[in-house]
């Protein structure tokens, strides 16, 4: 399978505005402290914020599941907040027929003009394939999906999903393999997540007007509890400090150290991001005249880097 690869020192489609944004994230990162990358213990890394029946935590930790029934959904939360980093889940998806409900693995702000960075991904019919949903938000405005089948039964086992955030660029990897990019373009006068600390969050919930072909298929529950499993939350981040520490790691092994600060994808990379959008994205709003029959957002309208 094809391995994901970075650039550290930025893409050939970089510019003015995003060195800026590298100088001025350095400055923030100077006066945060790193937390470090480690295997995760549910019990130590989050919190159970809803549906408590639903949602449980086993093996010591190192395992944790989200149910769904008629009475309630489930959800956690990190214990920490973090103004970017690296954030990598397994996460095995509801098997059989999922429809109507909709497993998420997001970053979060608060308050009316918080930011996001969310996979969600959303069930389906017996056989049929799930949607991975995709979206950014800065401000509080989002707006900005795509969305994509998996090369892959997301049921069977684990995958991986992770989100790469730093001032440069925002990356939605599954397996390793980069699906997405966002890239900050402030100079240009698209809003970027970079001021605000997020926290982890992952939920399960009945979502049957909106989730599976528009909410024209609906849930059944007789086949609830609907069930995701997860296993190994690592985070490689870093937290809002006073302390001036600085915010970097000694090793150099890409995305599982300090590397991620400055780095974006490098020419091997953005090969396979094409593949992935050419083979298995199934909607992109940069497309959508329809929606945006005013005129499509800024970002959309520059010369793509793929």
């Given at each position: 399978m094809p391995q994901f690869s970075t650039s550290s020192s930025?893409?050939?489609s970089g510019s003015s505005s995003r060195a800026s944004a590298v100088a001025v994230a350095l400055m923030i990162l100077m006066m945060m402290m790193e937390v470090p990358s480690a295997a995760g213990n549910f019990y130590q890394d989050v919190d159970i914020t809803w549906g408590n029946k639903n949602a449980k935590i086993l093996r010591g930790g190192r395992l944790l599941t989200l149910s769904l029934d008629q009475i309630s959904g489930s959800a956690f939360q990190s214990k920490q907040e973090y103004l970017f980093g690296t954030f990598d889940i397994q996460l095995k998806?509801?098997?059989g027929n999922s429809a109507g409900t909709v497993t998420t693995f997001y970053l979060s702000?608060?308050?009316?003009?918080h930011d996001?960075?969310?996979f969600e991904f959303l069930g389906n019919a017996s056989g049929e394939p799930y949607t991975v949903h995709t979206n950014v938000y800065s401000q509080g405005k989002g707006n900005r999906e795509q969305q994509f089948?998996?090369?892959f039964d997301p049921t069977t086992s684990f995958h991986t999903y992770s989100i790469v955030w730093n001032p440069l660029c925002i990356i939605f990897?599954?397996?390793n393999i980069p699906i997405r990019e966002f890239q900050n373009e402030e100079g240009e006068g698209v809003p970027f997540p970079k001021d605000q600390p997020m926290r982890v969050y992952s939920s399960i919930?009945?979502?049957d007007d909106w989730a599976t072909q528009g909410g024209r298929v609906k849930t059944d529950w007789r086949q609830a509890p609907f069930t995701a499993v997860y296993r190994n939350f690592n985070v490689n981040a870093c937290s809002p400090s006073s302390s001036g520490s600085s915010c970097g790691s000694k090793s150099t092994d890409s995305f599982s150290t300090g590397a991620w600060q400055?780095?974006?994808l490098d020419a091997r990379g953005r090969k396979r991001l094409r593949w992935v959008q050419k083979n298995f994205m199934i909607y992109d709003y940069c497309f959508d005249l329809k929606r945006f029959f005013e005129g499509l957002p800024p970002e959309c309208k520059r010369p793509s880097s793929l």
């Open positions: 930025g893409s050939t998806l509801v098997p702000s608060q308050g009316e003009l996001e960075i969310d089948r998996l090369w990897l599954v397996d919930w009945d979502a400055t780095q974006d």
